[in-house]
């Protein structure tokens, strides 16, 4: 309920504040004479530069001109017109306005290479030629992208030929070769492009335009060969003293203790939004389950907020079917991400990212980092959809795909006990959709 | 892009600077005074702070580097002017003398009401208004002006997770607040 009268909040508010204008040509007229007020210095230096040759020229008529162009050129000037003395007159400050519409990537991958290579077409949007001479700056924005570049940010100098007309375009090339592999999520919206001159950035935007061509996608099928250099290419895998299941139990008792901790340590010091908890207090409880790393990084700001009353969307709350992927496990350290699907009282969901560390024989929470999926494209299958919407007492039941707003939506139908209804879940980023056919 | 067309005039000093800074006042004028008063609730203040963003907007153009779009930086000058006054001793004076005097909470809004006709379009709005500060930014920025959950984190400076975790607690209490006055369940 609360949620669709939010999505029309911005109607409801706008009426509610005025119906009519609040902005009106009174408040401009204040803004504009509070503006020239600032310009007033400027104004007066520009009045003593008309006053001089004036009363050079009365000087002249008076016969008196070398002593009086002195005193007019010295005295005057120095004391009671500082502002005289005429500056050099600056350039006009031109601005280069520029676009990057029509850039794009294409990512190449074979047994022998990995290659990006980045095409900018950067358009002259400005009314007249470029004269400064832009450089571009690519910035990779994946961590993934980072590790196969070998670089964060690779700044790209084309020769100044000083002939950026109006309305033209330029082509400028990059080519990066990739010491590993990287994934197709890897390079959505993962590279952005800056114009710079002048040490200004002047137009900034993301290649949204990524080909993606890796061998087994392209239908190219390596020779037996050449698998199996590129299987002894692979660095020996490290001995695994725990199975991906063990790991994720790990997790999830990890978590369950913190949980506990924090109801009994609210139980023993009557913790609510106004008394907050303190690290100082709460902190020594958790350091069986916990290194000292997320106790720094981590406890000491999640405490004093945790006891809000808001805690439901504070501890993570792991989908334990879609995308809980263990992403690396070594004797002493495990990753692990997932998502937490958005929900009624949250339509966000998130994407978790967990560290646990072995101290002591000891599997302790080392850190964890949550990100918004708004704006994600986690390109859910309709399964995963329908497995985000079961519970152990309902039936999910698909019913159509659609497109709302250029994303792919799975409506369901969803029954249980005392009720049936349709629901919609947005593929991208698990919300769920209300306004649709 | 005619937004940058317009900074760029601005900028170049040009004789019709003050016709382009005219133009940029007429595109977002009107949307930040509402903000303003969404958040500060008080027409003399929304008006006095309008003025001064859209002045510090004339000031520091020049510094204006293209990274976001105009709107969101001219957001991001309002919404810190804004809770720069919410903290400001000026404020919490006005506050507590309101409470002196025994004037009536909502002031202005009481006959500003009369204009929504829906009765449940009301009790929202009066909701909204009267939520704490710190949930009615996150309602406001991200549902009433429709930013991401990013640029609400990047305006507010705050993390995404916090915002929200505000969000959710906000929807809780305005959902309370809601039922409190009359609202529909």
């Known amino acids: 309920m609360m949620e669709e009268q939010l999505k029309k909040l911005s109607t409801t508010m706008d009426q509610g504040i005025s119906k009519g204008k609040v902005f009106t040509d009174k408040d401009k007229q204040q803004i504009l004479t509070r503006i020239r007020k600032l310009s007033v210095p400027e104004v007066r230096s520009k009045k003593s530069h008309a006053l001089l040759p004036k009363f050079l020229t009365a000087a002249l008529f008076t016969g008196i001109i070398f002593s009086t162009y002195i005193y007019f050129d010295k005295e005057p000037v120095q004391h009671t017109q500082p502002n005289v003395v005429k500056k050099p007159e600056e350039p006009p400050v031109s601005i280069p306005n520029v676009s990057g519409e029509g850039s794009s990537a294409v990512y190449t991958s074979n047994v022998d290479e990995n290659k990006l290579t980045i095409s900018l077409r950067i358009t002259n949007n400005s009314d007249s030629t470029i004269t400064n001479r832009l450089k571009y700056r690519i910035t990779f924005l994946n961590s993934d992208l980072v590790k196969a570049t070998g670089t964060e940010s690779f700044m790209i100098e084309p020769p100044n030929d000083s002939s950026f007309e109006s309305g033209g375009t330029k082509s400028i090339s990059k080519e990066f070769n990739l010491t590993k592999r990287v994934a197709r999520d890897s390079l959505e919206n993962a590279i952005k492009v800056e114009a710079i001159s002048d040490n200004k950035t002047h137009h900034s935007f993301v290649i949204d335009t990524v080909k993606y061509e890796a061998y087994e996608d392209i239908g190219i099928v390596p020779h037996q060969e050449e698998v199996e250099k590129e299987e002894e290419k692979k660095e020996e895998p490290v001995p695994i003293a725990i199975s991906e299941g063990e790991a994720k139990q790990i997790l999830n008792r990890n978590l369950a203790d913190i949980k506990q901790t924090l109801l009994e340590s609210q139980k023993k010091n009557n913790w609510h939004s106004d008394n907050p908890a303190t690290y100082e207090v709460a902190g020594p409880d958790f350091e069986p389950f916990v290194t000292d790393n997320f106790s720094n990084n981590v406890l000491k700001t999640f405490l004093p907020e945790y006891f809000c009353e808001c805690d439901s969307g504070m501890l993570p709350r792991i989908h334990q079917e879609v995308r809980f992927n263990v992403n690396a496990i070594t004797e002493d350290m495990i990753e692990i991400s997932g998502i937490e699907p958005a929900s009624d009282m949250s339509n966000i969901g998130s994407q978790w990212r967990f560290k646990l560390a072995k101290e002591d024989d000891v599997w302790k929470l080392d850190h964890w980092e949550e990100s918004i999926l708004q704006g994600a494209n986690l390109r859910l299958t309709k399964e995963e959809a329908g497995k985000l919407l079961s519970t152990q007492t309902n039936t999910v039941t698909f019913q159509k795909e659609i497109q709302v707003s250029g994303a792919k939506v799975y409506v369901f139908q969803v029954k249980d006990a005392d009720h049936e209804f349709m629901a919609a879940i947005n593929s991208s980023d698990t919300s769920f959709v209300y306004n649709y056919e | ?185």
Do not use: C
């Open chain 2, 1 to 185: 892009m005619e937004e940058d067309h317009l900074i760029a005039k601005i900028n170049r000093n040009s004789p019709s600077r003050e016709d382009a800074f005219n133009k940029l006042m007429d595109m977002y004028g009107e949307e930040i005074k509402r903000l303003i008063f969404s958040f500060v609730k008080n027409w003399p203040q929304a008006e006095d702070l309008t003025q001064d963003v859209f002045v510090t907007l004339y000031t520091k153009l020049e510094t204006f580097r293209g990274e976001s779009n105009i709107r969101s930086w001219i957001y991001s000058i309002a919404i810190n002017k804004t809770k720069d006054y919410l903290k400001s001793w000026h404020f919490r004076k006005m506050q507590v003398t309101d409470k002196l005097k025994g004037e009536p909470k909502t002031g202005k809004n009481a006959v500003e009401l009369h204009v929504i006709s829906n009765t449940e379009d009301r009790i929202l709005y009066e909701s909204v208004l009267q939520l704490p500060l710190k949930y009615r930014e996150v309602i406001l920025i991200h549902y009433y002006k429709e930013f991401s959950i990013r640029e609400t984190s990047e305006f507010l400076s705050i993390k995404e997770a916090t915002v929200k975790t505000r969000l959710s607690r906000a929807r809780k209490l305005l959902q309370e607040q809601y039922t409190k006055l009359g609202g529909e369940r």
